[in-house]
């Protein structure tokens, strides 16, 4: 794929930073109970019940860059009258997967999708923003989706919170509401639902991100990949709860369709433009 630079954080030479499948073993490990995990998977679990509400039986739903299977099995509980996939280019990632769910895994990447039949819902979470060309990866994805299939996506939100951990995690960018939207207008969608979330974090983020950098003593941008991925993902248990439990009361808000003014994250639901 060729870099898309419009518009977008740029990186020191377009240098990508590659996502790690070493950090597959951490992430298992945390993922059950770390307050960002399981907020976003609780609202993933509302929309596409929604989603799923509508579409009767024997439908079909993809989960791209499905790692180790943590929503994916959120999208399987919630899809009970469908056939759910998941598709990654890691193996590492489908291995831990295969622990979590009984689901059709498939070792793939967007240039060389193998599926034959077209899907009624296709998710990517948090994947878009490390491919070089995110407007090319959703034309690829339009062509396997049926007419007025859904694809739910969701990204980091905000150029302004770039930090050395979006480095170290291989983003390529974050996203501001209007540029994402038109990105899948661009792409043959049309945009029926897209939001900020995970307001209540977003002074912790600004802090930790920005503000922290410049006081360290070792600044994040001089530390290892992996110290600063593991910095991110640390458990702080009362914390951790407390945040939890905020978070998951944006559900409400997500389920009637309002959209939050800010957050450090987005979500975006389109439906294949015919």
């Known amino acids: 794929m060729k870099t898309n630079q419009s518009n977008e954080t740029p990186l020191h030479n377009q240098r990508r930073y590659s996502y790690s499948a070493e950090y597959f073993h951490d992430l298992y490990a945390i993922e059950d109970k770390h307050f960002w995990f399981v907020a976003r998977n609780h609202i993933i679990g509302h929309v596409i019940t929604q989603i799923a509400g509508d579409l009767g039986g024997n439908y079909r739903v993809l989960e791209i860059g499905s790692g180790d299977g943590n929503t994916l099995r959120v999208l399987r509980e919630h899809c009970p009258g469908?056939?759910?996939f998941g598709m990654d280019v890691f193996m590492e990632g489908l291995m831990y997967a295969?622990?979590?769910t009984?689901?059709?895994?498939?070792?793939?990447d967007l240039n060389?999708?193998?599926?034959r039949e077209e899907f009624d819902v296709i998710c990517l979470f948090d994947v878009l923003e490390h491919l070089a060309d995110?407007?090319?990866a959703l034309v690829k994805i339009n062509e396997v989706l049926k007419p007025n299939g859904t694809i739910i996506v969701t990204v980091p939100a905000h150029r302004r919170f770039w930090s050395s951990y979006d480095k170290a995690s291989g983003h390529f960018r974050?996203?501001?509401?209007?540029?994402?939207t038109r990105k899948f207008e661009e792409s043959g969608y049309r945009v029926i639902y897209a939001t900020a979330y995970m307001a209540v974090i977003v002074p912790?983020?600004?802090?930790?991100?920005?503000?922290?950098?410049?006081?360290?003593?070792?600044?994040?941008?001089?530390k290892s990949q992996e110290q600063i991925i593991r910095h991110q993902v640390t458990v702080v248990?009362?914390?951790n709860n407390l945040l939890r439990f905020i978070l998951i009361q944006e559900g409400r808000f997500i389920v009637r369709k309002k959209k939050l003014p800010f957050g450090t994250s987005l979500l975006i639901v389109a439906q294949k433009s015919n």
Not at 102 to 108: D, R
Not at 174 to 180: C, Q
Request: proline share 6%; aromatic share 14%.
């Open 134 to 136: 995110d407007v090319e």
């Open 102 to 108: 009984s689901c059709k895994l498939i070792q793939a």
């Open 112 to 115: 060389h999708m193998p599926f």
């Open 82 to 84: 469908g056939s759910v």
């Open 98 to 100: 295969r622990n979590r």
């Open 204 to 222: 912790f983020v600004w802090f930790v991100r920005k503000v922290g950098e410049m006081f360290y003593k070792q600044p994040m941008r001089v």
């Open 237 to 239: 248990p009362v914390i």
């Open 174 to 180: 974050r996203y501001e509401t209007e540029e994402l």
